[in-house]
């Protein structure tokens, strides 16, 4: 069973940084992509950022030249580092791996950025 969980998150002020962590079960290089989505309360969850099995990564306009998404392969872990965070980043961020025809997700983890 294919399992995703998240870490890293938490209290931080605004410009502030954190780094998420994604643990796979098994290799990332089984996921033909992964990434990093997330939900603010009374919203929808949103893309934030994913990478590819060749790393090519994509990132959300809100998020461009701040967060960066990165793997280890060896670890099979996905990272995501935020940098100069806002509180509009403030929400659940949940790991994603696309397998086949499936959607893996971990159970999230809390960002909030606070003063």
């Known amino acids: 069973q294919v399992q995703l969980v998240e870490s890293g998150g938490g209290l931080v002020q605004p410009g502030g940084s954190l780094r998420l962590s994604c643990a796979a079960s098994?290799?990332?290089?089984?996921?033909?992509?992964m990434g990093w989505y997330r939900q603010a309360p009374g919203k929808q969850r949103e893309l934030v950022a994913i990478?590819?099995?060749?790393?090519?990564?994509n990132y959300a306009d809100s998020v461009k030249g701040r967060f960066t998404i990165s793997r280890d392969n060896v670890k099979n872990t996905v990272y995501l580092q935020m940098n100069s965070l806002k509180p509009e980043d403030t929400a659940v961020y949940y790991c994603?791996?696309?397998?086949?025809?499936?959607?893996?997700w971990g159970r999230g983890t809390q960002v909030t950025v606070s003063s």
């Open positions: 990478t590819t099995r060749s790393s090519i990564t």
């Open positions: 098994e290799s990332i290089y089984n996921f033909s992509v």
């Open positions: 994603n791996g696309k397998k086949s025809l499936y959607d893996y």
